[in-house]
């Protein structure tokens, strides 16, 4: 809790005025085209990388005083559309990995031990990166240690929580790398409640077994108390 009321203190950009919509929340827009959002410099990312400009403000800030503490930070995803989570989520549906399990609810339940739904990912708003490594070996080694340590410690300071930590029965397994800045996550996770049913979520591989296995009670809401 006090790590939240630090970053409250922190003046923050306003955020954008206009309705957000249900095709947002899910998605299903063209991102690169919306002008809230910003290309992250080459500086901050090997990979084309587009944020909410608030989100990519605060980042700024972040890598600035951890390069200070001898902590480069590099965004490695920010944000994805539906289409881009559709393109990942079958390329893996149609991995030897999965391919011999034939019933969709099992094979989802796999799936999402890491990857999100399309419509149901946090990537969806701008919000949320994925930082310097996805491998679990780097967070094991010395510099892994380090990141990890650091941003443990100082990442609410500019308002970014981890929504994947440790010590959850609900949701995605830890990701040490997915921080979410919450000033504006919080936002759209309440919007998203409000308006995405499982109507909503639909046209991918096993789009169906969503409902059945409660998507957005046990993954989209199983997150750090925190982030809610």
Known sequence: ?????????????????????????????????????????????????????????????????????????????????????????????????????????????????????????????GTDIDLTSMKLTFYRSAAGIKTFAWLSKNAARYGFYQPFNAGRTTGYQEEKWHWSYLPLSKIYLHEYIAQVTYADIYGFNGSKSAEQLGIIKNWVLGINPECK
Not at 60 to 82: H, N, P, Q, W
């Open 1 to 125: 809790m006090a790590g939240y009321l630090v970053f409250m203190q922190i003046p923050v950009i306003r955020a954008q005025t206009k309705p957000i919509t249900k095709a947002f929340l899910t998605g299903r827009y063209d991102h690169t085209r919306d002008t809230s959002f910003v290309k992250v410099d080459s500086r901050y990312s090997n990979n084309s990388v587009y944020l909410k400009k608030e989100t990519y403000a605060s980042y700024k800030k972040m890598y600035a005083d951890a390069l200070k503490d001898g902590v480069e930070l590099s965004i490695i995803s920010g944000t994805r559309s539906f289409n881009d989570q559709h393109y990942k989520w079958d390329s893996k549906w149609q991995n030897s990995e999965f391919s011999d399990i034939k019933d969709a609810a099992v094979k989802t339940t796999k799936m999402i031990r890491w990857w999100s739904m399309p419509g149901t990912s946090r990537h969806h708003w």
